[in-house]
């Protein structure tokens, strides 16, 4: 461990292993990245499935069902919805085998999802944010996946990966 970063300032040695907080590295794992990837995905973990099924939620509402998407644990706010994101959890890891496309098919076809993002005086009242789902998001959707789902369905999306750079000209 370097205190403060500083080379010349080294303190304990620092082993590999997780947080005693959190459940232990599965028994036989090996004490590297291997491991590190099992105990990720291992069942015990729920932290995978609920960050990725919040993350989903963000994209397709504007704002995740734990709005500190970037600090999901203990320092951040609690979930919105803390039975749904379980739900949402357990269905992509356990019914849809991790599959991200499953799991964003379930919660476009939610009546969630699909409601109207109308707003009526009282229900602006109560809930500004609509931290409650009350209405639809206003936004579903950047223009930039607008425009790759028009040119995919279109066929005219360029699926050419690592080709020459396009320099645009410059003034």
């Known amino acids: 461990l370097l205190i ?10 620092v082993r590999a292993g997780v947080p005693q907080s959190l459940h232990s ?3 036989g794992a090996p004490m590297n990245r291997l491991g590190l ?19 989903m939620w963000s994209r397709l509402f504007g ?6 998407e970037e600090d999901f644990g203990t320092q951040g706010e609690p979930p919105s919805h803390p039975g749904l994101l379980d739900w949402l959890a357990i269905e ?3 019914s849809h085998g991790w599959s991200q496309k499953k799991l964003l098919k379930t919660i ?4 969630t999802y699909r409601q109207s993002s109308r707003v009526n005086r009282q229900l602006l009242n109560r809930d500004p944010r ?9 936004f579903r959707l950047d223009a930039e996946m607008i425009r790759d789902q028009a040119l995919a369905v279109s066929g005219l999306l360029s699926r050419n990966l690592y080709g020459p750079p396009v320099m645009p000209p410059q003034p």
């Open 130 to 138: 609509n931290r409650l789902l009350g209405r639809g998001a206003r």
């Open 63 to 68: 704002a995740g069902l734990v709005e500190t």
């Open 25 to 27: 590295i599965p028994v």
């Open 4 to 13: 403060k970063g500083d080379f010349l300032n080294q303190g304990d040695e």
């Open 37 to 55: 990837a099992r105990w990720l995905m291992d069942r015990e973990n729920p932290l995978t499935a609920r960050v990725t099924a919040n993350r």
């Open 92 to 94: 992509f890891r356990d």
């Open 108 to 111: 476009v076809m939610s009546a």
